[in-house]
């Protein structure tokens, strides 16, 4: 039992050490980070906005081509039969 109790004495000394280096490091570090962080959020957010654009584009595009190809086959349609009538 008094090994364990002298275990922890040892690491929490340990942790306390390193603490006091590792903090001043993290202190000038994080705010670099932060800034890093957020202009990549920034540009992840415009890329996400530009494939949601083409996206919706793509799709206009298809929309359209499916209104055009139903328009030129009611055309045909139409004119086949006056042919037909006409004869």
């Known amino acids: ?9 040892i690491v929490g000394a340990a942790l306390t050490m390193a603490a ?17 962080g957020r202009m990549e959020l920034g ?3 415009s890329r ?6 083409m996206a ?6 298809m929309v359209a081509e499916a ?7 009611q055309l045909d349609r139409e004119i086949y039969e006056g042919d037909r009538r006409s004869s």
């Open 1 to 9: 039992m008094p090994q364990k109790v002298v275990e922890k004495v």
């Open 20 to 36: 006091s280096v590792l903090l001043p490091i993290a202190k000038k570090s994080i705010p670099s980070l932060v800034q890093t």
């Open 43 to 45: 540009e992840l957010a």
């Open 48 to 53: 996400t906005k530009s494939m949601i654009q």
């Open 56 to 61: 919706r584009e793509e799709m206009e595009d």
């Open 67 to 73: 209104q055009f190809e139903r328009m030129k086959r």
